[in-house]
């Protein structure tokens, strides 16, 4: 997906579906996220959603201005299973042109400045090019560099 052109959000009836139900129930960890990025995050033009549904999967947040997912990962996402699931999932929303953070609930926990950190350094870094130009170094054949 070129970079210039706003992402597509397009999502299955069953992602739609889910969404509001994982809005009402927040983890622990991704209420408490939730708070600090909406109380002492914020930047200009940003704007965080919950729980949003993007083609197959519901994503923990999303700013979709910068292309921006921060998924919060429980212990279930530790089996062998849920990282090849994950793994998937994250390549998958690359090729729609996202940028993936995960964050565990114990990061969440005891680590919360460094996780917010880390996202107010995304947010504020310029977006890459995923397909740059010959011109600038880059190759035609569209790789993404994320």
Request: with cysteine; hydrophobic share 40%; glycine share 6%.
């Amino acid at each position: 997906m070129p970079w210039n052109l706003p992402p597509k959000k397009d999502a299955t009836a069953k992602a739609r579906g889910n969404a509001p139900k994982l809005r009402r129930a927040l983890t622990d960890a991704e209420r408490r996220l939730w708070w600090h990025m909406r109380e002492k995050l914020p930047l200009s033009g940003t704007h965080f959603r919950r729980q949003v549904p993007l083609g197959p999967y519901v994503v923990d947040f999303c700013c979709l201005k910068h292309r921006l997912i921060i998924e919060v990962d429980g212990h279930q996402h530790g089996s062998d299973e849920a990282i090849a699931y994950d793994a998937r999932r994250d390549a998958h929303l690359v090729r729609e042109g996202f940028r993936v953070l995960r964050f565990s609930n114990a990061e969440i926990s005891r680590e919360l400045a460094s996780v917010l950190d880390t996202i107010h350094a995304a947010l504020a870094a310029t977006t890459p090019t995923p397909y740059p130009s010959p011109q600038g170094g880059g190759d035609s054949a569209g790789e993404a560099a994320i």
